[in-house]
């Protein structure tokens, strides 16, 4: 029933949010001009929205159980920081070698550097330790922000705003050539999450029991830290940086579905898509014709429902 009204709940969102914004739609009498709109300008940016959320949401699932922290996040790995260093020095340098595809691949490119150095910092004598993943994504995301900090402070009012307008989420480049190759990736890594589900569960009741059942604790650690770089690789370059969906979503659905992976991966994309969605609508529709990054609505209502969580619930399982 909870599952049901999930998925039910999180439609309807997706349609408000086509459908409804500064300027109504009818689904019933549009014009030319409106069909154009929807079909050019919405619908390709509630996809993204919608595929933003649901790769941030189900690596937050993911990350969690893999570093054993309710308080993970997609982005404490560094990736985000590191995407957001190479599309700023894209957009700051003024140079386009690939036209409108310059700054995604540069944020992708960004993205997967980092997530390899990660990797490599976290291996060690052949595991991946959870640990050391964990510090070397702090540490690499404080230089690469120190760094992109530094590029926004010697740069012009102009190249300024634009990156600024990326780091916290920008939905409004949002167009049909930019979906393809991000689907591709994020539904290669939710396959790899989903599939690898059930490894997930039994790492999160220590490797020795996962080891134990059968599972190769460091290869099943291995392939599901890649399923968490591909989406969240993908996510930042499609439109940016996007916090609190990837912390709070998995919160709210483990309370509300419970903790196996199988259900809570699926069901943390669908509705981090579905949260995405909502808060690009109200960032769009708040101060027409300006608009607010979607990563500032979602930490304005992130935060403090998660600092309720943190108070009412048992976050952190003490």
Same mark, same amino acid.
């Given at each position: 029933? @909870?599952?049901?009204?999930?998925? &039910?709940?999180?439609?309807?969102i997706f349609?408000?949010a086509?459908?409804?914004?500064?300027? =109504?739609?009818?689904?019933?009498?549009?014009n030319? #001009?409106?069909?154009?709109?929807?079909?050019?300008?919405r619908?390709p940016r509630? #996809?993204v $929205?919608?595929?933003?959320?649901?790769?941030?949401?189900?690596?937050?699932?993911?990350?969690?159980?893999?570093?054993? %922290? *309710?308080?993970?996040?997609?982005?404490?790995l560094?990736?985000?920081?590191?995407?957001a260093?190479?599309?700023?020095?894209?957009?700051l340098?003024?140079? !386009?070698?690939?036209?409108?595809?310059?700054? *995604?691949?540069?944020?992708?490119?960004?993205?997967?550097?980092?997530?390899?150095l #990660?990797g490599a910092?976290?291996w060690k /004598?052949?595991? +991946?330790l959870?640990?050391r993943l964990?510090?070397?994504?702090?540490g690499?995301?404080?230089?690469? !922000?120190?760094?992109? =900090?530094?590029?926004?402070?010697?740069?012009?009012?102009?190249?300024?705003?634009?990156?600024?307008l990326?780091i916290?989420?920008?939905?409004?480049?949002a167009?049909?050539?930019?979906?393809? !190759?991000?689907?591709?990736?994020?539904? $290669?890594?939710?396959?790899?999450?989903?599939? /690898?589900?059930?490894?997930? %569960?039994?790492?999160?009741?220590g490797?020795?029991? &996962?080891?134990?059942?059968?599972?190769?604790?460091?290869?099943?650690? +291995?392939?599901?830290f890649?399923?968490v770089a591909?989406?969240?690789?993908?996510?930042?370059?499609?439109?940016?940086?996007?916090?609190?969906?990837?912390?709070?979503?998995?919160?709210?659905?483990?309370?509300?579905?419970?903790?196996?992976?199988?259900?809570l991966?699926?069901v943390?994309?669908?509705c981090?898509?579905?949260?995405?969605?909502?808060?690009?609508?109200?960032? /769009?529709?708040? =101060?027409?014709?300006?608009?607010? *990054?979607s990563?500032?609505?979602?930490?304005?209502?992130?935060? *403090? !429902?998660?600092?309720?969580?943190?108070? @009412?619930?048992d #976050?952190?399982?003490?």
């Amino acid at each position: 029933m @909870k599952l049901s009204l999930l998925m &039910a709940i999180s439609f309807l969102i997706f349609m408000i949010a086509l459908f409804t914004g500064p300027n =109504m739609i009818s689904p019933f009498h549009m014009n030319d #001009v409106q069909k154009e709109i929807l079909l050019s300008i919405r619908l390709p940016r509630v #996809v993204v $929205a919608a595929l933003m959320g649901a790769a941030l949401g189900a690596s937050g699932a993911v990350l969690q159980g893999i570093l054993k %922290n *309710p308080l993970a996040d997609p982005y404490i790995l560094g990736i985000s920081s590191g995407s957001a260093l190479a599309a700023a020095f894209g957009l700051l340098s003024g140079y !386009y070698l690939f036209g409108k595809f310059t700054i *995604p691949l540069s944020a992708f490119a960004g993205a997967a550097i980092v997530s390899i150095l #990660v990797g490599a910092f976290g291996w060690k /004598r052949g595991r +991946l330790l959870p640990e050391r993943l964990l510090l070397a994504g702090v540490g690499l995301s404080f230089l690469f !922000y120190a760094v992109l =900090m530094l590029l926004i402070s010697i740069s012009s009012y102009e190249g300024i705003r634009r990156a600024v307008l990326w780091i916290f989420g920008d939905l409004s480049i949002a167009d049909w050539s930019l979906i393809p !190759y991000g689907l591709f990736f994020i539904a $290669a890594g939710l396959f790899i999450s989903i599939a /690898r589900a059930k490894a997930l %569960n039994a790492l999160m009741l220590g490797d020795e029991l &996962a080891h134990s059942i059968g599972f190769s604790v460091h290869k099943e650690r +291995l392939l599901l830290f890649i399923s968490v770089a591909l989406m969240t690789s993908a996510s930042v370059s499609l439109g940016g940086t996007i916090g609190f969906i990837g912390l709070l979503i998995p919160h709210i659905m483990r309370f509300m579905i419970g903790a196996d992976n199988k259900l809570l991966i699926p069901v943390s994309a669908v509705c981090g898509g579905a949260f995405l969605c909502i808060a690009d609508l109200i960032g /769009r529709s708040v =101060m027409p014709p300006m608009e607010i *990054p979607s990563g500032i609505i979602t930490a304005i209502i992130g935060s *403090p !429902y998660f600092l309720y969580l943190l108070r @009412k619930r048992d #976050v952190l399982g003490e």
